[in-house]
C-alpha cells in the first residue's frame, strides 16, 4: 500500500472511530476530507501543499470565477415531475425554435429544415446537476427539443421523500422509475433520444430494466457518456487495491453515522474546501489546462450536495447491475462514450457496454477523465449531434466548432 492510500485507510478509520466515540469535533476535520473523496467518487491523492500555499489567494479566486464564470446560467421552462413516492422532481424544457429565430449559427450547424419531433432527455450524474450538460445544452438549444432534470435530492430536485420519511437508501431502480416520471411529465407522446452520464446512464438502464415497453415503442436512440452496467465494487480509483479494499470495508458505516450529523459535517467540508478542490480536479478532469471556470464549476456543483444525501445514494452503486437491460437497446442506434483517464467509471466499463451492444459507437476520447462532457465539450456535442442525425431528429450532419469551452 503507498503512502498516500496508508494516509487515506487510517484516516478514515480514525473518523469512524471518533464518530463512535461521540468525538464529533474532533472528527469533522477528517470527515470533510472523506467527504470530498466520496462526493468526487475517488479515495485519495490529491497534493497536500494545497492546505498551506496561497490560501487566501486561492479563496479569492474561487469568487471571483464564481461571480463571473457563466457555466450552469442557461435556462428553460421550468416544471415539476412527481416521483412514485412524492418526490419532486424539477426539470426544464428547450423548445425548438420557430423557423425565422434568432439563431442563424445554431441553425447552420444543422441545416435550415425544421428538426423532427424528437426529445432528448438528459440524465446528470452523482454528486452533479442538469447544469453539467452546460456545453451540450448552448449547443443544442432552439435545435432539437431537450429536457434536463435534476435527480432526487440534487440541483433545484427536492429531498427524496422515501428518504427522508422511512430513511431509505437510493436505489439505481429508483432512479429509473424516476426517469419515466419526469418523461410522461414532457414526453407524453413522440420519439425520445436518451443520454446519461455516469449515474444518468445507470439510470437509463434501470428505466430499459422496469420499462422495456418504453424503450421498444419510443426510444430511438441512447447515449451512455462515462457510466457502467456493473461491477462498480472492483473500480480501484487508480490506486492499490489493498487501501482502497479498506476503505471500503469502513465507508459505507462512517457515511451513516456522519449523514445524521450533517450540519458539523458540513463545517468540516468547508473547513477543507481547497483539499476538497483538488480532489475533485483529480478525478473529474484529466488534462493539465483545463479551464479553472470549468474546473471551479464542477466544484460547485459537487460541493452543493450535502453529506447525508452523498451517504444516501453511496450504496446503491456497488448493488448495480444492469447489463442484462443493455439488451433492450440492441435494435436502435447506441452511442457509448468515455474518458481513457476516467478513474471512477473506467473506459473498461464503456467497452463492456459496448461489447453487449455489437453495433453501437464506442467512442474513447483521450487525455480525458470521468466529467468527459465539461473537459471535452466539441467531442462529446459532435458525438452526440451525430447521433441525433442518424436518428433523424435534426436533418444534416452537424459540425460543433463553434461549440468548444467559450462561454455561450
Sequence with gaps: MSESSAAAVASAAEAAADVAAGGWRRATGIAGVAIGVVAAGAAAGVAIERLTVGRGMRAKARLALDSTGPYGALRGMPGQAYADDGTELYYEIDEVEPEGGTAPRRRRLFGRKAPAPVTVVFCHGYCLSQDSWHFQRAALRGVVRSVYWDQRSHGRSGRGVAQVRDGAAVTIEELGRDLRAVIDATVPEGPIVLVGHSMGGMTVMALADEFPELIRERVVGVALVGTSSGRLGEVNFGLPVAGVNAVRRILPGVLRALGQRAELVEKGRRATADLFAGIIKRYSFAARDVDPAVARFAERMIESTPIDVVAEYYPAFDDHDKTAALAHFRDIP???????????????????????????????????????????????????????????????????SGCDSAPS
Design 334 to 400: 447506441v452511442l457509448v462514450l468515455a474518458g481513457v483517464r476516467d478513474l471512477v467509471t473506467p473506459s473498461e466499463h464503456s467497452e463492456a457496454i459496448a461489447g453487449e451492444l455489437p453495433d453501437a459507437e464506442l467512442v474513447l476520447v483521450p487525455d480525458a477523465g470521468h466529467l468527459v462532457m465539461l473537459e471535452h465539450p466539441e467531442q462529446v456535442t459532435d458525438r452526440l449531434a451525430d447521433l441525433l442525425v442518424r436518428v433523424g431528429a435534426v436533418p444534416t450532419a452537424a459540425t460543433v
